[in-house]
């Protein structure tokens, strides 16, 4: 997914950053519509609450026991998401769908992650992500249920200059980086996650390079471990969507130098092929045991 405008791309986890800030209730694609409504910023308010449970996360449950038993509108500073009390307030007809489709949405943003059911924030820049989904209160909602929706879901020229506001506090490599007039987005992010490494290693404590076979304990015994978690089917690909915990099968422990090889190896090979991206996973899969076979240990 690549958002566009006369100078310039967007990826996807910037373009959340847009949505989040301006996706509120009622929203205009629903009945009940009315511009005149005091605005609900959802996507902010369960941010906020990821924040403030960080190490616990967030679960559906937690989102109507706290966010919207508590009429959160997601304008509320911090320090109110860290004193809120569970109401016990219950999900009513098609809620329950609706929130756990937000919450796996949610899940795909960088400093974002969804695990087992909960939603996890994951990175100490809480000051920039707080920067990025502030509600905007800069404009007014237009009256009419289709101008209001394209002025909440298409970037336009006011979505611009938000934008270059927001990435000047930013560390670029963090997004995307430029090549032969293509945008990347960096892997660095969510392979340096703690949350993510925490969670696979867990599931694989056998900590193995799979390419060179290199075990980092025993050729490095004053570490612990210096193995780096490449994704198989690049974040970057454009049919990458990480909906679900199944996105763990895509990773695999890499030592350093393995990592940046493979990573080499796929550039190459499809620089070969004449493509600019994977498409599919299976293809992805397929190159990189390629490069697993072709590397002499």
């Not at 350093?256 to 899969?285: N, Q």
Request: hydrophobic share 40%; with cysteine; glycine share 6%.
């Amino acid at each position: 997914m690549r958002w566009r405008w006369d100078q310039g791309r967007l990826n996807y986890f910037q373009y959340f950053d847009f949505l989040f800030s301006r996706f509120a209730l009622p929203f205009p694609a629903f009945e009940n519509y009315d511009h005149k409504t005091k605005p609900i910023y959802p996507f902010a308010a369960i941010v906020k609450m990821a924040i403030a449970r960080a190490e616990m996360g967030i679960t559906l449950e937690d989102v109507f026991s706290y966010v919207v038993g508590n009429n959160c509108t997601g304008c509320e500073s911090l320090a109110y998401y860290s004193k809120l009390k569970p109401t016990g307030r219950k999900p009513i007809g098609d809620e329950m769908r609706q929130v756990r489709e937000m919450l796996v949405l949610m899940g795909q943003v960088s400093y974002l992650k969804w695990f087992d059911g909960t939603l996890f924030f994951d990175t100490s820049d809480i000051d920039t992500v707080l920067s990025a989904v502030k509600p905007d209160f800069t404009r007014k909602r237009k009256p009419l249920a289709l101008e209001e929706f394209f002025e909440t879901c298409l970037v336009g020229e006011s979505g611009r200059k938000r934008f270059e506001v927001l990435l000047e506090d930013r560390d670029v490599s963090e997004f995307s980086f430029k090549e032969g007039g293509r945008t990347f987005v960096t892997h660095g992010k969510i392979e340096r996650s703690p949350l993510v490494r925490k969670k696979y290693f867990s599931l694989h404590p056998e900590l193995l390079c799979d390419i060179c076979m290199m075990r980092p304990r025993e050729r490095y015994p004053w570490t612990d471990n210096i193995l780096q978690l490449h994704h198989v089917f690049p974040l970057a690909s454009t049919l990458n969507v990480t909906s679900t915990t199944t996105f763990l099968d895509d990773l695999v422990p890499l030592c350093p130098s393995c990592h940046r090889s493979v990573h080499d190896f796929y550039r190459i090979r499809l620089s070969e092929w004449g493509v600019e991206d994977f498409g599919s996973k299976k293809m992805a899969r397929d190159v990189y045991n390629m490069a697993k076979n072709e590397a002499r240990i």
